[in-house]
Each structure stands twice: as structure tokens, then as C-alpha cells.
């Protein structure tokens, strides 16, 4: 019964956080993070379609991958679970990148950007690493990089779980900021190493 509760708030967060980017379609230009950037950044053409570019596809990616880690839905709808797997991959290798790109004007200066550079690094290079795997039939190599792949992505979660609690007791946010930008991955990675070792290997049918 934890269990099935754990599953439930795990996949209900990450599908209202997956959907948290429609947010800045429509409300306030300042909404969000967004209100810590300075204007010269916020009239970046270049850094307005890499964070865009970053939002969307990583929510996309978010709202897809939770549902990838459930073993009756992948045994019983391997079909479906390949279509999602494609549009994960897609989604989490545009978000990552274009995270790669605007992690150089992270909130706080270098330590911020260094923390989410560090992030977009693993969560691209777990993706692709899963996604090699798994076309030349390495099931439990593809499992445990896709483990820490979506660990990775659930920084997205993690991250405004964390900044209002540091807010609290920093009450500074640039200063929560520069912590958020590696505690919102770091355990994560952590845990997402505990389960990789834990985790028992899903047989998959052939493909035909």
C-alpha cells in the first residue's frame, strides 16, 4: 500500500510538473525564475529560444518517462512503451541540450552554471547511453543508464522541492540558488545508483 502511494505522488508530481511550463504562456513575462534574470538576458533573443527550447521538451520529457518505469506496462504494451521511449530520448536530448547552452547564465554566477552544467552533461549522456544500449539489445545496460537518465530530469521536481525550503532558511534567493543548482540533482544521483544496483533486469520480447 506505501508502495502504490509512493507511485502515486512520485507520478503525480512529475505530471504537474511536467505541465508547470504552460505557466509561462500565460502569466507575467516575470513569472517564475524568470524574475531573477536581468532585462539585457530577458531581450536575448538566443537565450529566449534555448530556455523555451529547455522548458518545453524537458517537461514533455518529464510527462513521458515516469510511466516507462512501471514493469506491467512495459511487458504488457511494448509497443507502446518503444513510442514513448523515442519520444523521451527526443525530448530529454533537446532539453538537456538546450540546458547545456543556458546554464552559462544561471542565477548566481559560475557555481550555479557549473551545477547545472554538471546536470545537462549527465542527464544527455545517460539518454544517449540508454538509447545505444538498448538498439544493440543491452536490456540491463539500457535500464540502469535510463534510471539515471530520468533522475536526472527529476531535478526538474526536486529543485522546486528544495528552493522554497532553502528559502526559508536563507532567506536570500540568489544564495538558495546557488545551492538548489547541485542539490537538485546530486541526491538524486545518489539514489539513482542505489536502485541501478538493486534494480532486476526486465526481459523483453524480441523484436521481430
Request: charge should be positive; include cysteine; charged fraction near 10%.
Amino acid at each position: 500500500m506505501a508502495k502504490k502511494g509512493l507511485w502515486a505522488l512520485f507520478a503525480a508530481l512529475c505530471i504537474i510538473i511536467g505541465l508547470y511550463p504552460i505557466l509561462y504562456f500565460v502569466l507575467d513575462k516575470n513569472f517564475g525564475l524568470l524574475s531573477s534574470k536581468p532585462i539585457f538576458l530577458l531581450k536575448n533573443v538566443y537565450w529566449n529560444i534555448g530556455f523555451y527550447i529547455h522548458i518545453i521538451f524537458s517537461g514533455i520529457a518529464l510527462l513521458t518517462g515516469w510511466s516507462q518505469f512501471i514493469p506491467s506496462f512495459r511487458e504488457k504494451y511494448l509497443g507502446l512503451h518503444r513510442r514513448i521511449g523515442k519520444i523521451y530520448v527526443t525530448t530529454a536530448c533537446a532539453g538537456s541540450l538546450s540546458g547545456f547552452g543556458i546554464a552559462f547564465y544561471a542565477t548566481g554566477g559560475l557555481i550555479s552554471s557549473l551545477g547545472f552544467i554538471f546536470l545537462a552533461i549527465i542527464w544527455f549522456s545517460s539518454t544517449l547511453t540508454a538509447y545505444i544500449q538498448i538498439k544493440n539489445g543491452f536490456i540491463a545496460r539500457h535500464q540502469k543508464a535510463m534510471i539515471f537518465s530520468y533522475a536526472a530530469c527529476f531535478a526538474a521536481v526536486t529543485l522546486r522541492i528544495w528552493l522554497p525550503l532553502l528559502m526559508m532558511l536563507t532567506k536570500d534567493f540568489t544564495e538558495s540558488y546557488l545551492i538548489v543548482a547541485w542539490l537538485c540533482w546530486l541526491p538524486n544521483m545518489a539514489f539513482a545508483g542505489w536502485l541501478a544496483r538493486k534494480t532486476t533486469v526486465t526481459k523483453l520480447p524480441a523484436t521481430n
